[in-house]
């Protein structure tokens, strides 16, 4: 028959070893070693916010939900700008909106590239018609000629063309040179 099955032969009723008496910790009433260890911060630290006028109880102990509500406040004043930090944030936000505005004018002024596709598509179908146009009208100017007479005509309408395009800059086209095919003729 087994007596007492929890504890070991030898021990004393009552006596674990390494375990100590749990206190109860009176949270409205603690040291300022008390306060370092809870906020895993130094004794140091915790006098040097005795010193900044951290809210302690008449008997020089400190209340821990006091401590946090003032360290709570203290990083929100840290947070709101003051001085030359508050500037060079207000210079910051400047220089983002000025960018911002700048993004905008830009896309102002800019089409897209759908937009100029389109455009260009257009501009060539209208000066494509227009050239076949033109030709018809001027079948006349092709009668009795062979191909390389036809094709001198129609590069000088070309470039007539495209002179009347632009705006009166006419483009030189090395590739081709009229001289050649007359010479041919």
């Known amino acids: 028959?087994?007596?007492?099955?929890?504890?070991?032969?030898?021990?004393?009723?009552?006596?674990?070893?390494?375990?100590?008496?749990?206190?109860?910790?009176?949270?409205?009433?603690?040291?300022?070693?008390?306060?370092?260890?809870?906020?895993?911060?130094?004794?140091?630290?915790?006098?040097?916010?005795?010193?900044?006028?951290?809210?302690?109880?008449?008997?020089?102990?400190?209340?821990?939900?006091?401590?946090?509500?003032?360290?709570?406040?203290?990083?929100?004043?840290?947070?709101?700008?003051?001085?030359?930090?508050?500037?060079?944030?207000?210079k910051l936000e400047r220089e983002i909106k000025i960018k911002e505005l700048q993004i905008q004018k830009m896309e102002q002024e800019s089409i897209s590239r759908v937009t100029h596709n389109q455009i260009c598509a257009s501009r060539a179908a209208s000066l494509r018609a227009f050239l076949e146009d033109t030709a018809l009208l001027n079948a006349h100017h092709y009668l009795g000629k062979n191909l390389d007479q036809i094709r001198v005509i129609r590069i000088q309408e070309s470039k007539e063309m495209m002179d009347a395009y632009l705006g009166g800059k006419v483009i030189e086209d090395e590739s081709t040179d009229i001289e050649e095919v007359k010479e041919t003729e």
């Open 1 to 90: 028959m087994i007596k007492n099955p929890g504890r070991k032969p030898g021990r004393k009723p009552g006596k674990t070893p390494g375990r100590q008496a749990v206190q109860k910790i009176d949270f409205d009433h603690l040291a300022g070693v008390q306060i370092a260890l809870l906020f895993h911060k130094t004794p140091k630290t915790v006098s040097d916010w005795a010193n900044a006028r951290c809210p302690r109880n008449p008997d020089g102990s400190f209340c821990a939900v006091d401590v946090y509500n003032w360290l709570m406040e203290r990083e929100k004043e840290k947070n709101i700008p003051n001085g030359t930090e508050g500037l060079k944030d207000k």
